[in-house]
């Protein structure tokens, strides 16, 4: 099955950029998601890519898609205090199936 | 407002007790989920179904029962045989429609501790 890698912690200053890495090994996986969580609630969808994709921009998120190395990363410019959350990597082989997490890293933002 | 409405946000078990999670959802998707969350242990599914009178065992399934007799519920019962249920619980939504990118919409959880 699939297997998700992040690293567990990012901590950076107000302003700053964050960028959030995720690798996996499922080459099959065609859509490929961020979700966001804070504290003591649910997940919400941030942003996604497909495959057949390199980057993808909205707003201040960028997704970077590096499929040979089925490397996932997402960047956040301007990061602000709100942005302190957890964040997960989620691949999935199609949008009707599971989804396959990564443990998750949790964004500090520091003002 | 269409969503998916998880209840009770806080719940307590007893030793040797059951407990039944209720998840609802009103976006009339096909696709349901249960996920299991432990600190530093991201999500790890328990079980899904993706129609009704249907469901299938995720990674973790021992311990959890579900069932889904109506589109909109799909409650998850954690028994007894569950010896570590402490955790936060996910229920999560998907449409299901297979022609286009779809993703899964997630409640706000039940967080579940034994006393």
């Known amino acids: 099955g699939e297997d998700v890698e992040q690293s567990l912690f990012l901590s950076v200053r107000e302003g700053d950029s964050s960028v959030i890495n995720c690798t996996y090994t499922?080459?099959?996986?065609?859509?490929l998601y961020w979700y966001k969580q804070e504290p003591g609630a649910g997940l919400q969808l941030l942003t996604y890519?497909?495959?057949?994709?390199d980057m993808k921009q909205d707003q201040r998120l960028t997704v970077l898609l590096n499929k040979k190395d089925k490397h996932l990363s997402l960047r956040i410019a301007d990061t602000q205090t709100g942005d302190s959350a957890i964040y997960f990597c989620?691949?999935?082989?199609?949008?009707?199936?599971?989804?396959?997490f990564g443990k998750g890293t949790m964004l500090l933002v520091s003002p | 407002d269409g969503g998916i409405t998880q209840s009770p946000k806080y719940l307590f078990r007893k030793e040797g007790q059951n407990v039944t999670l209720s998840c609802e959802q009103n976006?009339?998707?096909?696709?349901m989920y249960w996920y299991r969350q432990d600190p530093g242990q991201g999500l790890r599914l328990i079980y899904y179904?993706?129609?009704?009178?249907?469901?299938q065992k995720g990674d973790i399934a021992e311990g959890y029962s579900v069932s889904r007799e109506k589109k909109e519920s799909f409650p998850l019962t954690v028994t007894s045989a569950q010896k570590n249920p402490t955790a936060f619980y996910l229920c999560?939504?998907?449409?299901?429609?297979?022609?286009?990118?779809?993703?899964?919409?997630f409640g706000d959880g039940t967080r579940l501790s034994i006393l």
């Open positions: 989620a691949p999935s082989p199609s949008g009707y199936s599971t989804l396959t």
């Open positions: 499922d080459s099959s996986s065609t859509y």
């Open positions: 890519i497909f495959s057949n994709m």
């Open positions: 976006l009339n998707h096909d696709a």
């Open positions: 179904s993706q129609i009704v009178n249907d469901f």
């Open positions: 999560a939504s998907l449409l299901g429609t297979a022609d286009s990118n779809q993703p899964q919409h």
